[in-house]
């Protein structure tokens, strides 16, 4: 379903259409079909809580490096994150983000970067597949 504001007239309208519509295949052709297995031994390393804040509540997938930075859509840069969490990260930088927070615990963070294979000096490097 491709949504148009109806205040948009001519061309934006047209433009904004085939932009939605782009970025509906984009992540239908982008889509990966993962087995439980991998995702359910990632969250049990944070014993099925958000990595960031720790909540169990509403717990999801976060792409570590958001895709819109360069990060891929693959294990390697998931973490699991509350619903809440995942909202308010945004597509920000993880670790500037995340050192702003009330909740931001030393040993989480140095835990997130162990899960993910990374250290300090290259938390942000996209992972290559």
């Known amino acids: ?8 007239q001519g061309k934006k309208v047209i433009k904004r259409a085939k ?3 782009t970025n509906a295949q984009s992540v239908i052709n982008d889509s990966a079909y993962y087995s ?9 390393k944070f014993s ?5 804040c720790g909540s169990k509540e509403s717990v999801g997938l976060d792409h570590f490096i958001p895709v819109s930075k360069g990060g891929p859509d693959c294990l390697v840069n998931f973490i699991p994150a509350c619903d809440s969490c995942n909202t308010k990260k945004r597509n920000l930088d993880p670790k500037i983000w995340y050192k702003s927070q009330s909740f931001y615990s030393p040993q989480r963070w140095q835990m997130i970067l162990e ?4 250290t300090e000096s ?8």
């Open 48 to 52: 099925y809580g958000c990595a960031y």
């Open 36 to 44: 439980l297995q991998p995702i359910e031994r990632l969250k049990s």
């Open 1 to 8: 379903m491709v949504k148009i504001h109806r205040f948009l």
């Open 19 to 21: 932009s939605a519509t």
């Open 115 to 118: 899960v993910l294979g990374k």
């Open 122 to 129: 290259n938390y942000n490097r996209i992972p290559h597949l």
